[in-house]
């Protein structure tokens, strides 16, 4: 069972939002003040939480709760959307004993919705009882629309010689393609650390992980990834010489929660793991990458397990990323299959049918171009996801 950080406790309850007979509303309560920060979705569209969240961490040093609902988003409700989540952190906030710009809200679910209040009022202090009842797992399922699993992670370490403990939570499986997606993360840790170190571990951990995949191709209203940091390790502060390990540690923590969100895509069975090397810089191997992952026609041949390369070296093409043609290589599951403009001389469906069946497909790409690098997670396409999102409101 994994190990919660020292001074958080966890409740699961069940509101009734959208689903019936499953929790749908998590709380995460940190017994003394704790260090925030936050990472929010780009998209001009944002929920009231979004915005609620981005205020309180603007006006709070600390913050000791969050909360979070599934089944309702909350988001394109307006004024009033915006005063209903308030509401729902005022009552919160009484029943905590807390402020309410101590409490980070978070919702996902059906967007243009007005939150049913009286759901809210009703399964707040059953909520707010159960603190310290439930587990991990118990949260993270709360915390789920249509996703398949809890998703979950630990890591620990040894700091002045104190075990430090980091867990992370997060849901998604569709709407996802973050430039911060509909995703939702959060990472508490024992740890303490000074603000601004903070936010900027977690900034870059969520730029090379959450940041970097997709399943298909939406940034959604509502994606946040938030952390707390409140120090109940005794451990001390972190210090300059031990930044970049916790940093590392972080981003370890946050991709192992990203895979998982690429793996329980909304229909998926497989993961391309896409890397960009050769590139001009960074931002041309991440166009190159995402015009690839997110591709209907690459997603439907990976899952069909076809080989079928010129539809890779196509969305290459039209990616906007500069190189000449004729000098890209493309491996597919750890086989060269492209190279000098014209394909590996192979028969490619006796060679990949074995490759293909794994989960877990590697997609390795060389443009010549340069030094820059970028690696994308993506889900491949089914029938399943067209169900699930066909009848996603009903």
Request: glycine share 8%; proline share 4%.
């Amino acid at each position: 069972m994994q190990d919660i950080p020292l001074g958080f406790e966890l409740s699961a309850a069940e509101a009734g939002f959208k689903y019936k007979n499953r929790p749908d509303l998590a709380l995460i309560h940190s017994h003394v003040p704790a260090r925030a920060a936050g990472v929010f979705t780009t998209n001009l569209f944002q929920a009231a939480p979004v915005l609620t969240a981005r205020k309180n961490l603007n006006r709070a040093e600390h913050c000791r709760a969050i909360l979070i609902n599934a089944g309702q988003a909350n988001a394109c409700t307006g004024k009033q959307g915006l005063m209903d989540c308030t509401r729902s952190l005022e009552m919160a906030a009484e029943l905590l004993g807390t402020r309410l710009e101590e409490i980070l809200p978070a919702s996902t679910g059906v967007i243009g919705v007005r939150m049913p209040m009286h759901l809210w009022q009703e399964s707040l202090p059953a909520l707010v009882r159960g603190l310290g009842e439930s587990s991990g797992q118990d949260a993270a399922r709360a915390i789920m629309t249509t996703d398949t699993f809890p998703k979950t992670a630990a890591r620990e370490l040894d700091l002045h010689g104190r075990r430090v403990r980091f867990w992370g939570m997060a849901k998604g499986a569709g709407m996802i393609s973050p430039s911060m997606a509909t995703m939702l993360a959060f990472i508490l840790t024992d740890m303490e650390v000074a603000r601004r170190d903070w936010s900027e571990m977690l900034v870059a951990a969520v730029r090379d992980t959450f940041n970097a995949i997709t399943v298909d191709g939406d940034t959604s209203t509502n994606d946040c990834v938030l952390a707390l940091a409140n120090g109940a390790s005794g451990s001390g502060p972190v210090g300059p010489k031990e930044v970049r390990n916790v940093a590392m540690l972080i981003k370890d923590l946050c991709r192992d929660l990203a895979y998982q969100i690429v793996r329980d895509a909304e229909g998926g069975t497989k993961v391309m793991h896409i890397l960009v090397n050769g590139a001009v810089n960074r931002e041309e191997a991440e166009l190159a990458a995402r015009a690839v992952g997110n591709s209907c026609l690459v997603k439907t041949a990976i899952y069909g397990k076809d080989p079928n390369w010129g539809r890779i070296v196509a969305s290459l093409g039209r990616s906007g990323a500069r190189f000449d043609p004729d000098r890209i290589r493309v491996s597919l599951a750890g086989k060269e299959i492209f190279a000098a403009g014209q394909p590996v001389d192979m028969d490619v469906d006796l060679v990949f049918a074995p490759l293909l069946d794994s989960r877990d497909i590697q997609v390795d790409i060389d443009l010549g171009a340069g030094e820059g690098s970028y690696v994308l997670l993506a889900s491949d396409l089914t029938e399943e996801y067209i169900r699930i999102n066909a009848d996603y409101r009903s």
